[in-house]
């Protein structure tokens, strides 16, 4: 015996609040060019002793045309990549897959930079910067002493936090 279901015309349709939620992330969170392709820059951030260092994909972004800046710990990347134009009649595109036009991203830092100090280089469409932290934010050595005449004095680790702790 067959299950026989009442038509409902409304069971189909997308809430309010999904076309909404959904307009709004094509839009704004994720927005995309014609044919769907996503304006991004996949970026890597890698922390060593001294420095965070920053890899960002952009191809085709010439270094005239890309902007760097850092402020309030907010390190952005701008860049634009523009359509070669040819001398002559316009060709007629049956494809035309590769992005042009502006990307930006930013990111918030772990911890301060030495802006002053941030070196950059842009080889094969791959950005690298490398972000010295500030002096603030580097571990350093305290020496203990003790009261003792005959002890001997012995460096420690501290950490930044553990630094401001120790100097109040």
């Not at 609040?17 to 951030?45: C, H, I, K, W, Y």
């Not at 595109?93 to 772990?110: A, C, T």
């Not at 094969?124 to 020496?143: D, F, Q, Y």
């Amino acid at each position: 015996m067959a299950n026989m279901t009442r038509f409902d015309p409304f069971g189909e349709m997308m809430s309010l609040r999904d076309a909404m939620n959904s307009l709004f992330e094509e839009s704004v969170v994720n927005p995309r060019l014609a044919g769907g392709q996503t304006m991004s820059m996949p970026l890597d951030v890698a922390e060593t002793k001294d420095a965070y260092i920053v890899e960002a994909t952009l191809p085709g972004v010439k270094p005239e045309n890309l902007d760097i800046t850092i402020q309030d710990n907010v390190l952005t990347i701008t860049g634009e990549s523009r359509q070669e134009q040819t001398a002559g009649e316009k060709p007629n595109y049956h494809r035309l897959e590769r992005r042009y036009g502006r990307v930006s991203r930013s990111i918030s830092l772990p911890a301060q930079v030495n802006a002053d100090k941030v070196a950059a280089s842009l080889n094969h469409g791959i950005l690298h910067l490398e972000l010295p932290k500030a002096e603030s934010v580097k571990p350093r050595k305290i020496t203990v002493q003790t009261n003792a005449a005959n002890s001997d004095t012995q460096p420690i680790d501290v950490q930044p936090e553990q630094a401001n702790e120790v100097g109040n």
